[in-house]
Each structure stands twice: as C-alpha cells, then as structure tokens.
C-alpha cells in the first residue's frame, strides 16, 4: 500500500511535466494511476488475509501490466521529448521489456493466470530484477523531476 501511496503523487507529477503532451501523457496517466491503486489495494486486501491472493492474481497482473505500460510509455515520452532525460527513457524500456518477458513466462504456469497456483520460487526469483530495475527506474525518475 505504501508504494500507491508514494506512486500516485509521482505519475501526477510526471504527467504535469509532460502535459504539453496532450492526450498521450493523459492516457498514461491514468493507466499509471488506475493501475497503481488497484495493486496497492491488492497488497493491502492480501496482507490483511481479506482475500487470498490466488483469488487476486488475475486483477493484479492485469494491473501490473497496466504499471509496466506507464513506465513503458512515459519513458517513451522521455525519449521522444526531452522532458525527462533520454537515458532514464532507455533504462526504463530495457527494464520493461525484460519484466515483461518473465511476467509471461510466469504466467504460462499452468494454474497462475487462473490464481489456481502460485509462481514457482525460481520464477519469482528472476522476477526480482527487473523489480529492482523498476525500483532504480523510479528512483532515478523521482532525482529527474
């Protein structure tokens, strides 16, 4: 919950300076935004036991996906408008493009997409770097703004 908490006051702002933009930066904005507080409300429903995260797992890759395609798309912005530094647009990419990778070989485990099962160990241990990728990608972001 603490990462929608910190998240959402960070994609505003990032679309406040890529508002010249137009409808693109608004488009991800709200991308970023939904998708943000639909995770941190999955985290807060799961670490309460309200609801067993296999019943989550659909909503929640549906929203992470949504999360990856706004640091996807405003690190597009980046490159293509210089309101952001280019190279924190590349990182951003490369991260994204490995995350989404190992998201989708997560999810052809058969029963995760379905919340039937959970993500083998190894799986979610390669998972980590992108994670920690995205983690640098949104620090860095947050040194640029």
């Known amino acids: 919950m603490a990462f929608a908490i910190l998240a959402v ?27 943000v507080v639909i995770l941190g409300l999955a985290e807060l429903g799961s670490v309460l036991g309200v609801v067993d995260f296999r019943r989550l797992a659909p909503v929640v890759s549906v ?4 999360f990856l ?3 996807g798309l ?7 408008s210089g309101g952001l530094p280019s190279e924190l647009g590349w990182f951003g990419l490369a991260t994204i493009a490995l995350g989404v990778v190992i998201v989708g070989w997560i ?5 995760v997409l379905r919340g039937d099962a959970e993500p083998r160990p190894e799986q ?14 949104m620090a860095w972001l947050g040194l640029s703004l």
């Open 63 to 66: 929203a992470f996906f949504g």
């Open 9 to 35: 006051p960070t994609i505003l702002t990032v679309g406040g300076r890529l508002a010249y933009m137009g409808v693109v930066t608004q488009a991800t904005t709200v991308v970023g935004v939904v998708a």
């Open 124 to 137: 979610m241990r390669i998972f980590f770097v992108p994670m920690i990728g995205m983690v640098a990608w």
């Open 69 to 71: 395609a706004w640091i």
């Open 74 to 80: 405003t690190s597009a912005q980046a490159i293509v």
């Open 107 to 111: 999810l052809r485990t058969p029963g």
